[in-house]
């Protein structure tokens, strides 16, 4: 028999998780996600200069970018859009506090920076899984790729696919823009076997959440997202 467990819960768990996971992907430098690319590649280059700016706050920065580049591209605007923002903002707080704590992590040998990012990305995959089963406002990312192919009337997966590819691309060219032609910041190898193997580890997540759990919302909130 399946265990109930609470939509609500399942996003708080959620945003922790993949905070963490993309903690543990960046500290061992081989290349964190095509996504967080860009707005990790930005921390990089401001925090040279403004040294309170952090990886969290790059994060819910860039997102604010791509929420008003979103509603420009709508031509419309919902307050629930606001929902995804906060998201964002909270993501990124906890992002920062999951960086001071693997920050402290040995992963002096190639074999525990392996592991670790390894784990990162499991760490990842679940986390999405877990925001894919609640109706709580995701991120600006997801918000973006869902507006769009509905407006459209595109399908999601292939906007994903080209989001990622375009998330891809600006990280690169962020990388040779700040740091010379050639260098390669944030978009790694490790970059290239997350694209690969990402996919497969998030429905790997999601059959075996909904193979042991039932998830339900435990107060009343749906409507308002």
Request: charged residues 15%.
């Amino acid at each position: 028999m399946k265990r109930t467990f609470s939509t609500e819960l399942s996003y708080v768990i959620g945003i922790v998780i993949l905070a963490l996971g993309v903690a543990f992907m960046e500290k061992p430098d081989f290349g964190v996600s095509m996504v967080v690319a860009p707005a990790y590649i930005l921390h990089l280059k401001i925090s040279q200069t403004y040294s309170f700016f952090t990886f969290g706050m790059a994060e819910y920065t860039l997102q604010a970018v791509v929420l008003i580049i979103m509603i420009i591209v709508l031509r419309r605007f919902k307050v629930s859009y606001l929902f995804s923002f906060l998201t964002a903002v909270i993501y990124g707080l906890i992002l920062d506090q999951c960086m001071v704590l693997v920050s402290h992590i040995n992963m002096d040998t190639m074999a525990l920076r392996i592991l670790y990012y390894l784990i990162g990305m499991l760490l990842c995959s679940m986390g999405i899984s877990l925001l894919f089963h609640t109706y709580i406002a995701p991120e600006v990312y997801e918000l973006f790729v869902k507006e769009i192919s509905a407006k459209y009337r595109w399908n999601i997966h292939h906007v994903k696919t080209c989001y990622d590819i375009c998330s891809c691309l600006v990280g690169v060219v962020l990388s040779f823009i700040f740091f010379g032609f050639g260098v390669f910041r944030g978009v790694k190898l490790g970059t290239i076997i997350c694209a690969l193997i990402n996919g497969t580890l998030i429905g790997f997540c999601s059959k075996f959440l909904e193979k042991h759990f039932e998830f339900k919302d435990t107060f009343q909130l749906r409507k308002y997202f």
